[in-house]
């Protein structure tokens, strides 16, 4: 008897195919991603913004559309067992956080700068750095409608691979105008690739008439002198649509963050529209994306709220991970401070509140712990201290209990001097390990 995993019944249960448990010390890398984050964020007045995991599907299909690869593919839709609602795992962020700011009337006193972190749910084909559960993060500006608000995004991002140290990512940026401009573009593509109906793919044929822009993005090769030749959106802008893009561009230059203009980047949802753009890179095989955003004036409408200008970007967190590896930057993860050496389980009433009050003050400590009361020997400790990382040892001996002391030996730096404390007054020689620390 199997149940519906496929795994038999009472046997060894694992993770779903392509959602990966993150286990130390990939971990703390992540958790260094996540904190240059934070902290970049907080320097641009972003706030952080957490919306459920689990929306309506309405949402998704209101705000991605019906004819896109995520709502027709992709998207883990299920219905609630209670009553019945349609109910999805979210595949991307911002139609939830606009959602949020509709619902909450977030922009009642004007705009708002927000950010999230957390995890995203598309049914794709595992692969590396593109996996079914992944993590995103996001920065959106909402009720904010000029170029400077756009680049500044864009400053942002740049901002954080100086700040991790990845140099191989490339700007590539567009503008998708406004609808009127859009519309006279697709049917300026439709009549041509109906001219060359003959030799566009299945992919292709499907989306002619319901998202030509999509057909832009084929990667297929036999395709590419058609979709090469095909009309040029910038051809179509206006000239309000044409000057947010100079002022993009001209911010850009000013600011000497390198950029190329790619008139094949684009959109298929119809609520983007003016600035797109995307960092990429040629280090990660087909999936280059390392950030995309663009500006998004025309979804708030959409979701039912009242129009709203608004512009964002995301990030996949594996993929730019997986840059830093790459390229050998050097993460600066969390050390252990010192690891507590106790070799009498008696002392264990006298050596704990030490700890705790050690700890509050801000000091890392790993505490040795028995097995059934065998604490084991000093040497088996001392091992286990310098596997953990720690920078000291504090040594809690039968000498030391004797003497109402601690010892406190370094386990990295041999230029440091083995000290003893007394264990009666805290405040006298916490403040020495501080320093040493």
Request: net charge neutral; glycine share 8%.
């Amino acid at each position: 008897m199997t149940d519906k995993t496929n795994a038999p019944v009472g046997g060894k249960l694992t993770a779903v195919k392509g959602m990966n448990d993150v286990l130390p010390p990939q971990s703390a890398t992540v958790e260094w991603l996540e904190a240059k984050v934070r902290q970049l964020m907080a320097r641009y007045a972003y706030r952080n913004i957490r919306t459920p995991i689990v929306e309506r599907t309405p949402l998704f299909v209101r705000g991605l559309g019906e004819v896109t690869d995520i709502v027709e593919k992709e998207m883990y839709c299920f219905e609630d067992r209670l009553n019945g609602d349609p109910l999805t795992l979210r595949p991307e962020a911002t139609a939830g956080v606009v959602r949020a700011a509709i619902e909450h009337n977030l922009l009642y006193d004007g705009g708002k700068r927000l950010y999230y972190i957390g995890p995203m749910f598309r049914h794709e084909r595992p692969q590396k750095g593109r996996y079914r559960q992944f993590d995103q993060i996001g920065a959106e500006a909402l009720g904010f409608g000029g170029a400077d608000v756009d680049a500044e995004l864009i400053l942002m991002a740049s901002a954080l691979w100086a700040e991790i140290g990845l140099s191989d990512v490339r700007l590539e940026i567009n503008s998708l105008g406004q609808p009127a401009e859009r519309l006279a573009h697709r049917q300026a593509l439709i009549a041509h690739f109906e001219q060359h109906q003959g030799a566009l793919d299945e992919d292709a044929r499907r989306r002619l008439y319901s998202n030509p822009l999509r057909i832009l993005d084929s990667k297929n090769p036999t395709m590419q002198t058609i979709v090469n030749a095909a009309p040029k959106l910038l051809d179509f802008l206006g000239e309000a649509s044409l000057a947010h893009f100079e002022t993009l561009q001209s911010i850009l230059r000013a600011s000497a963050v390198a950029y190329s203009v790619n008139p094949r980047l684009v959109r298929g949802m119809d609520y983007y529209n003016l600035t797109v753009f995307e960092f990429v890179t040629d280090r990660l095989g087909a999936q280059g994306t390392v950030c995309a955003g663009g500006r998004y004036d025309y979804l708030f409408e959409q979701l039912g709220g009242k129009p709203a200008p608004a512009v964002g970007w995301a990030l996949g967190v594996d993929r730019v991970l997986e840059l830093v590896k790459a390229g050998n930057q050097p993460v600066a993860l969390p050390m252990l401070d010192a690891y507590a050496i106790v070799t009498d389980s008696a002392a264990m009433p006298t050596v704990l509140p030490i700890l705790q009050r050690l700890r509050a003050l801000g000091v890392s400590i790993q505490m040795h712990t028995s097995s059934n009361g065998d604490m084991g020997s000093m040497k088996s400790q001392f091992k286990r201290a310098d596997a953990s990382g720690a920078r000291f040892a504090l040594i809690f001996g039968p000498d030391e209990m004797a003497a109402e002391q601690v010892t406190i030996k370094p386990l990295r730096d041999a230029s440091t001097q083995q000290i003893s404390q007394p264990l009666a007054d805290l405040a006298q020689w916490a403040p020495t390990l501080q320093l040493l620390l």
